[in-house]
T-cell receptor, first 113, second 115 residues
Framework: DTAVSQTPKYLVTQMGNDKSIKCEQN?????MYWYKQDSKKFLKIMFS???????INETVPNRFSPKSPDKAHLNLHINSLELGDSAVYFC????????????FGPGTRLTVL | KNQVEQSPQSLIILEGKNCTLQ??????????LRWYKQDTGRGPVSLTI?????NTKSNGRYTATLDADTKQSSLHITASQLSDSASYIC??????????????FGTGTLLAVQP
């Protein structure tokens, strides 16, 4: 069974569109994260949610809005997509008291044309 | 400034050979250091985790070392296999009290094992 899953795996869209990426974990974790990995393979944290509450919000444009309907889900909605948003987005989860042990999803490759 | 630097940036070796990847960090307060393997098109998967008091830890053909004094870590891969081709990411955790951890990611080393 997949521990952390993301959909879709690939997403190709035009500039200016609005899109969402979904993430689900079945590990019973309290904390979930979104990371962006750029073309140089550098992973950078975007958001972290603990029990549906936002606890980390790095300097991310407000076009990006995470939504956590419950502890097992953390979706990422992106408005007015720009070329620079093209990247691979990874979802991860951890126990609240073990945030240094994170389990990553397979990633969503977003391409903005 | 908390930073994690890895070298080399990329590496090509022949199947069966050994290799060593390096990680230097300036992270404080240090909590632990973890090596991740990221296969192409997949998310990172943890290989080893090392705390301040640990000098070496093995996971099959992977052996990680940690020198907390010089703030260096290495990942040694023995008898490489084609399936070892991946990016290897060094991640250092800084602990700010309680359960608050901040992960600082290195840029990774891209390893290609050729037959």
């Amino acid at each position: 069974d997949t521990a952390v899953s993301q959909t879709p795996k690939y997403l190709v869209t035009q500039m200016g569109n609005d899109k969402s990426i979904k993430c689900e974990q079945n590990l019973g974790h309290d904390t979930m994260y979104w990371y962006k990995q750029d073309s140089k393979k550098f992973l950078k944290i975007m958001f972290s949610y603990n029990n549906k509450e936002l606890i980390i919000n790095e300097t991310v444009p407000n076009r990006f809005s995470p939504k956590s309907p419950d502890k097992a889900h953390l979706n990422l909605h992106i408005n007015s997509l720009e070329l620079g948003d093209s990247a691979v987005y990874f979802c991860a989860s951890s126990q609240a008291l073990r945030r240094d042990t994170q389990y990553f999803g397979p990633g969503t490759r977003l391409t903005v044309l | 400034k908390n930073q994690v630097e890895q070298s080399p940036q990329s590496l090509i070796i022949l199947e069966g050979k050994n290799c060593t990847l390096q990680c230097n960090y300036t992270v404080s307060p240090f909590s632990n250091l973890r090596w991740y393997k990221q296969d192409t098109g997949r998310g990172p998967v943890s290989l080893t985790i090392m705390t301040f008091s640990e000098n070496t830890k093995s996971n099959g053909r992977y052996t990680a070392t940690l020198d907390a004094d010089t703030k260096q870590s290495s990942l040694h891969i023995t008898a490489s296999q084609l399936s070892d081709s991946a990016s290897y990411i060094c991640v250092v955790s800084a602990r700010y009290g309680g359960a608050t951890n901040k992960l600082i990611f290195g840029t990774g080393t891209l390893l290609a094992v050729q037959p």
